[in-house]
């Protein structure tokens, strides 16, 4: 018996309500939106797929945070998307209000959720829904290493000509600029993939894929990409409410892990029905911790401009 609540009915937070409703992994998903009748009429839309597709969880779309009421997991996906040109960063004050807002109706009628945030800038925004909602750590998480590794699996694919569902890859730390790959962990088929592509191919598949949002956005003109985002936050969802302790990338809580402490940051973790369950650490080569630190005084540094904010 779950219940799952997804906050945003654009793009991100529509395509994330689908695959969780289309996956039949709990009773009810509920989406909510500030525009009123848009969560309405996607929900009944995509309730009458259900005789054609085959699964029963009802979607439940309205503009009343009353109707959230006592849901295990809330995805946060509220808020602008980056336009052409535009960065993460201008994002922060419009995002960071939205954010605010919606944490506070989040705590009071689902005190007990499990929080995902995916609204840019992602370690800001799960900081700052930490610190608004002022629950463990462990239950509020953000969503940025699955989709980031999910994106370096297909460059690799391609660069290999090698099986996509046979390639491994990891990528830690942040979105974007100080996102970390993780070479000494990804592998083609048995092989590793220095092994297999050569440094060269490595270093440019790793360029792509931090620059992976911008591309589809230079491509898409206007809004960013939602399709594996939102594969990346619904697989999140299914290992917390299936308490399956499934390992992947999110964005958690560090408390000394690879001697860091006190921020969010991209790394391994069991999901579990109290969120993250576990940070799970890895054997890295010392240039992988040393991009992890670096990460993570990044994102201090980020963290730090949200004081500066009126909000
Ligand atoms: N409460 C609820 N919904 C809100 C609020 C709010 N306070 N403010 C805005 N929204 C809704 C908008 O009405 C819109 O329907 O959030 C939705 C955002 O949808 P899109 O504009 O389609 O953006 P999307 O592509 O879904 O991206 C959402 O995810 O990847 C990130 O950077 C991206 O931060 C952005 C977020």
Redo the contacts with the bound molecule.
Sequence with gaps: MSKVTV????????TTTQRIAEWDIVDEVVM????EG?PQGLALDMNQSRPVLGYRTLVTGTNDYADTAESDVVVI??????KPGMS?MD?LGV?AG?VT??VEEIVRYSPNAVIIV???PLDQ?TTLAADVSGFPRNRVLGQAGMLDSARFAHFISEAADHDVLDITAVTLGSHGETMVPVPSLCKVGDQPLLDALGEDTVAELVDRTRKG?GEIVAYLKT????YA?SAAAASMVKAIVEDSGSQMPVCAWMEGEYGIDGVYLGVLARLGRNGVEEIVTVPLTTDEVDGLREAAVAVKEKVADLEDLDI
């Design positions: 906050v945003g009915a654009g793009k991100y937070g529509s909510t939106d500030i525009v848009l996906t509220a808020g602008l998307p980056r993460r994002l995002n939205i807002s919606v995916v609204t840019n925004m949002g809004g960013s990409a939602y985002p």
